[in-house]
């Protein structure tokens, strides 16, 4: 599972802190918003968003964002979409 603009590996880091332990302390949030290391191997960082928020997810911002409603993920600079299972 890749996009255009993050790799396999990257996704899997995100699904992994979106998904994991940290999410436990972010129960209100909506998704997780993230941003891909230089080399496109991994998260540099990211942050779990809020209501209030969510007009920070943007492509100037972060490189891709999981919806935990819709439980897809977002590659926001070329806006393709991932369904997750």
């Known amino acids: 599972m890749k996009t255009e603009n993050l790799s396999t590996t990257t996704i899997r880091e995100a699904l992994n802190i979106g998904g994991g332990l940290y999410r436990m302390n972010a129960s209100e949030s909506k998704g997780y ?14 942050g779990f968003m809020y209501p209030f928020e969510m007009e920070r997810v943007t492509a100037e911002n972060f490189d891709g964002y ?17 369904k997750l299972q």
């Open 66 to 82: 999981i919806c935990f409603e819709t439980k897809t993920l977002t590659d926001l600079a070329s806006g393709e979409k991932i």
């Open 33 to 46: 918003a993230f941003c891909k290391n230089k080399r496109n191997r991994g998260v540099y960082g990211g």
